[in-house]
């Protein structure tokens, strides 16, 4: 509110060449410092005056974040790898096109060059109410613009609601559920992992996060497991225009078959709630099937169950329905 | 104060090892409203008490250029009001619109959304380093003048870029796979027929240029 635009409020810049080095600045900057990777979600937020860090850390040159390589068990994405990268490097389109699909997917090729897969699954929700510095209860106030009678909320939530309406921005984020990855998180004195869906927080957790990480912490790589490698997967985005624009919904499904029937599933949605959905509920209902039609609309139905539409977004539900029928019945291998 | 602390941190071994490159200190210019004060007006304006500047060295455009920047300065601005290099546009300043194309290390990037202080080390290639010396245009420019490829052509020079961008990456693309290379800029004047027609003569020019 009685923003500045353009000119971003001056900020001590740090530029760390080892990791190590960025911990230290971290921990001792707390919540005074901000993670600058590709800074696609950052300017905007610096333009706008919402945030005003006084210290930016930019992980730009520290060389442990980067790289995409084959392990034993699957591959390791350092979290500083482009979307770009992640979209076209030959281990990810060969092994798990799911991932590169929802890459690619993402924004701009611009934007592509430069965000990171770290920022991408960190960045911040885009509910213009909260990012253009209106004291909602993710800013830490008592109310929720988006969710009054005038207010616009076409593109917020359908689930799991609870005072914010918010909903997750990221299309990679259910791909790694999907592909049940694991994410490595480091401070100055401690290294955790942590499973890609628990990763994510929805506000009856934390309203004020979008992520497990606290001040001080970072996500320094991905690691995705060779168990979904290779199997049958569907992503698809909506989205108002081809290209630039956010998620209105997206779905992100993997699957194992034997014998036309389906042995295992990971079903994740995004963009209908705070965080990537993973539907286990769906995932159940399909083990041991064969897909045909009832089985669809079942799921289908099982799929939006839960869905409590604003006054705006009611098409949310169908098109969550829908787009996850469509992963089942059109899957690729 | 803010300042001595960096200071004093530079000067413990441990911490050398890893604030090698900038240490940028926030010179805080009264930055209000630049876009309606004329050009340099933020940059012009005094550093704060005790404030340190880096000066830092670019690669534009093949040439070394020696600039000052402040720590939350972004590429346009730098290459706008401090190079002389106005040929880069700003549109949104906001990742949203593409006007402000350059290309770092051969690809394409938005200059609104990159801190100067991000690209040290890298090639930037603007608007204006695409002619040669002897001021022949880049195969990409003719084929836009040859089309006619723009109506306003404020968003021409991020389109240009794009386009460079584009054949460095896939130097035959279909016309589908040019909207796609360059669905990261928008022309306001809706003239992206004929900005496509210009993209797939470029791809022509440059085979023939080889
Ligand atoms: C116009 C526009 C359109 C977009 N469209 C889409 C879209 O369609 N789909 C989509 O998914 N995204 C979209 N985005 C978002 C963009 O993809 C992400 O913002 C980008 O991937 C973020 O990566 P970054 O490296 O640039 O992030 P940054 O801005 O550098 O960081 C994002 C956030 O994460 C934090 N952070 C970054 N790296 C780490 C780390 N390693 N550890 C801990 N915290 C970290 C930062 O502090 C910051 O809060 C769009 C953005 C813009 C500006
Ligand atoms: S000015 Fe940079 S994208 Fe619009
Ligand atoms: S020609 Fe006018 S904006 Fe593109």
Redesign the pocket.
């Known amino acids: 509110m009685g923003v500045v635009r353009d000119m971003m409020k001056p900020f001590e810049l740090f530029q760390p060449t080892e990791l190590d080095g960025a911990l230290d600045l971290l921990s001792r900057h707390g919540s005074d410092a901000?993670?600058?990777?590709?800074?696609?979600?950052?300017?905007?937020?610096l333009k706008d005056r919402a945030k005003q860090p006084s210290v930016v850390v930019d992980?730009g040159g520290v060389s442990e974040?980067k790289g995409i390589e084959g392990t034993e068990d699957g591959i390791r994405i350092g979290?500083?790898a482009?979307?770009t990268e992640v979209a076209t490097h030959p281990e990810i389109t060969s092994r798990y096109p799911l991932l590169a699909e929802s890459a690619e997917?993402?924004?701009?090729p611009q934007?592509?060059q430069?965000?990171?897969?770290?920022?991408?699954?960190?960045?911040?929700t885009?509910c213009w109410y909260y990012r253009s510095g209106w004291p909602c209860y993710r800013a830490g106030g008592n109310i929720c613009y988006a969710n009054t009678p005038t207010a616009l909320n076409r593109e917020h939530c359908v689930f799991e609601a609870n005072r914010c309406v918010a909903v997750s921005?990221?299309?990679?984020?259910p791909a790694l559920i999907a592909l049940d990855a694991r994410m490595t998180?480091r401070s100055r004195r401690s290294e955790r992992t942590v499973e890609a869906e628990d990763f994510f927080l929805g506000p009856a957790t934390d309203i004020t996060r979008m992520?497990v990480?606290r001040p001080g912490?970072?996500?320094?790589e991905i690691h995705v497991p060779q168990r979904w490698a290779g199997q049958s997967y569907y992503f698809e985005?909506v989205?108002d225009r081809k290209a630039?624009?956010?998620?209105l919904a997206n779905v992100a499904a993997t699957f194992q078959r034997q014998n036309g029937r389906i042995q295992d599933a990971r079903i994740c949605v995004g963009a209908v709630a705070a965080k990537p959905l993973r539907l286990r509920n769906v995932e159940a209902a399909l083990r041991g099937q064969s897909v045909d039609n009832s089985l669809l609309e079942q799921v289908g139905e099982l799929a939006v169950r839960n869905a409590r539409p604003l006054r705006q977004n009611e098409y949310k539900v169908s098109l969550t329905r829908n787009l996850v029928k469509r992963a089942i019945r059109d899957a690729r291998t | 104060m803010k300042i001595l602390e960096v200071v004093n941190a530079g000067r413990t071994v441990s911490r050398r090892s890893f604030i090698k490159g900038v240490i940028a200190a926030g010179a805080t210019a009264s930055a209000t409203s630049y876009l309606f004060r004329g050009p340099a007006s933020a940059f012009a304006a005094p550093p704060a008490h005790g404030a340190v500047e880096r000066l830092m060295s670019l690669n534009v455009n093949g040439q070394q250029r020696r600039v000052d920047v402040l720590p939350h300065e972004t590429l346009a601005m730098t290459l706008r009001y401090k190079l002389g290099l106005p040929g880069t546009k700003l549109g949104c300043d906001?990742?949203?619109c593409g006007a402000c194309t350059v290309l770092l290390d051969g690809t394409v990037h938005y200059a609104c959304?990159i801190l100067t202080h991000q690209v040290r080390g890298r090639e930037v290639l603007t608007i204006e380093g695409l002619e040669a010396p002897d001021g022949t245009l880049h195969p990409v420019q003719e084929a836009v003048v040859d089309e006619a490829g723009f109506q306003c052509a404020f968003c021409a020079p991020g389109f240009i870029m794009a386009m460079v961008g584009m054949l460095n990456q896939n130097p035959n693309p279909t016309r589908e796979e040019a909207a796609r290379a360059l669905s990261g800029n928008l022309c306001r004047c809706g003239d992206y027929n004929k900005i496509l027609n210009s993209a797939m003569r470029a791809v022509e020019y440059t085979q023939q240029r080889v």
């Open positions: 901000w993670i600058l990777s590709g800074g696609m979600d950052t300017f905007d937020w992980l974040l979290a500083m482009s979307l997917k993402v924004a701009t934007i592509r430069q965000g990171t897969l770290g920022g991408n699954l960190c960045q911040d885009r921005p990221s299309d990679t984020a998180i992520t990480l912490e970072l996500l320094t985005k989205a630039w624009d956010f998620a | 906001r990742a949203e959304s």
